[in-house]
């Protein structure tokens, strides 16, 4: 990961979806923006649980598009998968895997 990523939880993605503005966050994190699995797999449950503007969200995602430009890390280091079931216990698992991400 680049010394000045920037790793996104479904919160901000979501929000920047619902007022149309994710394209923003390319051209500003292009080549340095992260998210995890455990985001990506919020968001199509999102999707399925019909809240359609996370479409475009979907499509960012670089293990979906060729030409998306948010990279999807999983969680494959023993650090950081310890630090993701600390955090589960008080947060979503979105935001804890992104922080584990962050903090190790």
């Not at 969200?57 to 979906?64: I, S």
Request: net charge negative.
């Amino acid at each position: 990961m680049p010394e000045a990523a920037c790793i996104f939880d479904t919160t901000v993605l979501s929000n920047f979806a619902l007022i149309g503005q994710v394209a923003l966050l390319g051209k500003l994190y292009r080549g340095r923006a992260f998210t995890t699995l455990m985001v990506a797999d919020e968001i199509r449950r999102g999707i399925e649980a019909g809240y359609q503007h996370l479409q475009i969200t979907l499509e960012q995602l670089t293990t979906v598009s060729p030409t998306g430009w948010l990279q999807v890390l999983p969680l494959d280091q023993a650090n950081e998968q310890q630090v993701h079931a600390e955090l589960s216990r008080r947060l979503d698992p979105g935001e804890a895997s992104c922080l584990a991400l962050a903090i190790i």
